[in-house]
């Protein structure tokens, strides 16, 4: 059992709560910490924690807690993370770790330095069709992970301080792309150094000095492409696709439009539908079970379970400084709209690796280009010659 501390009683500190408390949790949130009084009181009543506070340091000092729940906006991360190092609080942070690559180092070498379980809440790489995705491409499903592009877009935050640069600390490459960098990532392989990223990003629509619209590539060591696409503009709900191809195979991911769940109504009886839905009338595409299907129960699984054991979780902070790392090459290239290196000052995966080989082995002589069955039942090669270059087609019996 795991005694939480949760830090921000707003959306997303919610979203974690409706988690950590559904289905008979034996975890408990026992204090809450939240700016205004009104907010925090009303918070520990709606899940029955036994402490309130508008005092952050309060809440994670109480000697009832175990683990501190960090759901505050972006430019209070870091306070907070400090503040569980001086208390030695197993600290769990929402996305993203940092506002930019520095501020997320300066947080990984303090929880080191500290000694202190750290996990990073990155859930979308813990919903059923990641995980299930996953293990097949971890088991050679897809052969070679060539490019594996995530898309995140809805139309916009829901807080003030999303959209103001500098306590969000970027746009919609910051908030989402957080999200699709760690997915791409996560399939291309953890220990695969990623090296540099272009970027395409512009302020389309809102009248804010951060991005609302991007799009970027992330070059990996190994050569494989990870591709973000993410927008605070996108009208029709909340938009989450992944894709991954590979040598031997690709997979399709839609987290929450057309998950196979369509409804219709006249809109008499309306109500909620899922997630940044901007409608309750018409044809809708409400999501079978929000929390679970965005990952938040098997991520806190994974985190207590990884307390209790005394081992890492899947995300810790140094993945979320390797994403932060990613996005702040991301935003240099949208301004040089140059390939901009990923500056890594820690990095604890493969080093060195040259691109895979594209020379598929045909026989002596040649190599296979491809192999296909023909409409009349026939088995066409098509090979290239080792020495001469030359392309040719065979049609076997
Ligand atoms: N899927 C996800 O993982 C996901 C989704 C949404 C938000 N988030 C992240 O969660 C964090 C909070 O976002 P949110 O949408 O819940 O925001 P929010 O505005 O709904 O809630 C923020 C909470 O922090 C408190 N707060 C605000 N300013 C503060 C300050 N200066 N000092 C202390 N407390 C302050 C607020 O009172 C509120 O309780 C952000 O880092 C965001 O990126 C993650």
Redesign the pocket.
């Known amino acids: 059992m795991q005694r939480i501390a949760m830090l921000?009683?707003?959306?997303?500190?919610r979203f974690y709560a409706d988690s950590l408390h559904g289905q008979r949790s034996k975890d408990k949130i026992v204090s809450i910490y939240?700016?205004?009084e009104e907010?925090a009181k009303k918070f520990a009543a709606d899940y029955g924690c036994k402490q309130w506070t508008t005092d952050m340091e309060e809440a994670i000092a109480n000697p009832d807690v175990d683990v501190v729940c960090i759901?505050?906006?972006?430019n209070?991360?870091i306070d907070a993370v400090m503040l569980c190092c001086k208390h030695k609080k197993a600290v769990m942070t929402?996305?993203?770790l940092g506002r930019n690559g520095e501020e997320a180092l300066k947080m990984l070498k303090a929880v080191e330095e500290a000694g202190i379980f750290n996990g990073y809440?990155e859930?979308l790489v813990y919903t059923p069709k990641f995980i299930k995705s996953f293990e097949s491409v971890k088991n050679g499903a897809l052969g070679r992970i060539l490019w594996a592009k995530s898309r995140e877009t809805h139309p916009g935050?829901?807080?003030d301080?999303f959209w103001n640069i500098e306590l969000a600390g970027g746009g919609c490459i910051l908030?989402l792309g957080c999200h699709c960098v760690e997915i791409t990532r996560s399939f291309i392989g953890k220990d695969i150094k990623p090296i540099e990223v272009m970027c395409w990003a512009d302020t389309q629509v809102k009248p804010i000095d951060a991005e609302d619209h991007a799009i970027g590539l992330v070059k990996y060591e190994n050569g494989a492409i990870g591709q973000f696409e993410v927008s605070w503009t996108f009208r029709g709900g909340l938009d989450l696709r992944d894709e991954v191809m590979g040598t031997e195979g690709t997979i399709w991911i839609n987290n929450f439009l057309r998950t196979g769940l369509e409804m219709f109504t006249t809109g008499k009886g309306a109500d909620y539908v899922a997630e940044k839905a901007e409608s309750n009338t018409g044809w809708l595409f409400p999501v079978g079970d929000e929390i679970n299907d965005l990952g938040y129960n098997h991520m806190f699984a994974d985190m207590f379970n990884s307390i209790e054991n005394g081992t890492a979780p899947r995300e810790t902070f140094y993945d979320g400084y390797i994403v932060n790392a990613v996005i702040d090459a991301a935003y240099k290239s949208a301004k040089t709209k140059l390939w901009e290196p990923v500056k890594l000052d820690v990095w604890r995966g493969k080093e060195g690796i040259g691109k895979a080989s594209n020379l598929v082995e045909y026989d002596a002589d040649n190599y296979l280009i491809k192999e296909e069955m023909t409409h009349y039942g026939a088995r066409k090669v098509i090979i290239k010659n080792k020495k001469t270059g030359a392309i040719s087609e065979k049609v076997l019996a």
């Open positions: 921000g009683s707003g959306f997303i500190g939240a700016r205004k907010n759901a505050l906006p972006n209070v991360h929402t996305k993203p809440l859930d935050p829901h807080s301080w908030d």
